[in-house]
């Protein structure tokens, strides 16, 4: 159907300006603070693009949505703008007509989004998992700048000098907080410390040189003092052993469904599955919302649309966090979207409406 070509062409179009747009500022945002990590020698320069890549897909799972909306609002409003839906109106072409027209084209973009949420966006996050577990996740003496204290989790370190390698530290100050109540922090101070290298570990391994070793309570004057020639020291990466929202976002969906009576895995498997028809619920809405006059402009509405369809989706995450600790079930995500399917039906009704109770009103009044 030529109205049809028509129609998807203006929406993809329009929809992909929106989308770049949109993707370019984040990844800008993003960027910005990989460079500031990267300063701080933390993260290697040449992994940033790649890091930026991996990310990418995790971005347009919002981005997808909300960009298609845009598309939608500016198109519908420029047919109103420019009396194209008034000829479309006159030939027996309804507005909710050009919407069921455009409902083959919602389906690609829902088919889209699920395979972004479904594969690519978990994988990206893997592959990212991956690369800062060896780039930007370090802890210890990999972060350490001469003259400088630096912390990471539960330690503080300080060295007088470090050599090019980062292998041998002078002067090395190291403090470390206990993560139980009641039990010791450590204190060390050594002349020398050297990068030990360890196969298929994780942690920063090093050997200390003549130095000393403190014990000390907190709050109390309780110490305990030992010296030491030699002393290896291993300093862990924290991490948590049980399922967090962060974790769970990079699990395949196959594993999601084996665990799928966790309440945080929950919350992510209705995530991937529901989210994605959100752009049906955004055909229904632009519908509803786009209707402007000529001297008005196409863009009078769009701010306020805008507005309602972020909300879905701030709402969407917060049903998510909800899910995650267990207060909601999985089947609020559908009623969500419903409702603002309900909504953007009834802002259509009341338009229709609109000019029938005004004419009415007039006659009472005459």
């Known amino acids: 159907m030529i109205i049809r070509r028509y129609l998807v062409k203006q929406v993809v179009s329009t929809s992909l300006v929106v989308v770049s747009i949109l993707t370019l500022i984040v990844l800008g945002a993003r960027l910005i603070k990989y460079f500031g990590v990267a300063a701080q020698g933390r993260l290697d320069v040449g992994v940033l693009f790649s890091i930026i890549g991996y990310r990418l897909p995790e971005f347009l799972i919002l981005l997808l949505p909300l960009s298609f909306f845009i598309g939608l609002m500016l198109v519908f409003g420029r047919l109103y703008v420019d009396h194209e839906m008034s000829v479309l109106n006159s030939s027996g072409v309804s507005k909710h007509q050009l919407a069921r027209l455009l409902a083959p084209m919602a389906t690609v973009f829902m088919i889209i989004q699920m395979v972004l949420m479904v594969w690519v966006s978990p994988w990206g996050l893997r592959e990212f998992n991956k690369l800062t577990s060896v780039q930007a996740v370090r802890t210890g003496f990999d972060l350490v700048r001469p003259k ?68 000390i309570y907190p709050d109390t004057a309780k110490y305990s003092q030992a010296e030491f020639q030699t002393w290896r020291l291993r300093i862990e990466n924290n991490k948590e052993a049980k399922y967090d929202a962060d974790d769970v976002e990079a699990l395949p969906i196959s594993q999601l469904w084996q665990s799928r009576e966790n309440s945080v895995i929950q919350s992510e498997l209705g995530w991937r599955i529901f989210v994605p028809f959100s752009m049906f619920v955004a055909i229904a809405l632009a519908v509803a919302l786009s209707e402007v006059t000529p001297r008005q402009g196409r863009y009078l509405k769009l701010f306020p649309a805008l507005m309602i369809f972020a909300s879905m989706i701030v709402l969407l995450i917060a049903v998510k966090t909800r899910i995650s600790r267990g207060e909601l079930g999985i089947w609020v995500y559908p009623v969500v979207l419903f409702l603002y399917l309900l909504a953007g039906a009834l802002f259509s009704r009341k338009q229709k409406l609109a000019p029938k109770i005004k004419n009415q009103i007039k006659r009472v009044r005459s």
């Open 148 to 215: 400088e204290f630096i912390s990471s989790g539960a330690y503080t370190i300080y060295a007088g000098s470090l050599s090019e390698d980062r292998k041998n530290l002078k002067d090395v100050f190291v403090y470390i907080r206990s993560d139980k109540e009641g039990k010791a922090d450590q204190m060390i101070v050594a002349k020398e410390a050297t990068r030990v290298e360890m196969s298929n570990d994780t942690a920063s391994v090093v050997d200390l040189a003549q130095g000393r070793r403190y014990e």
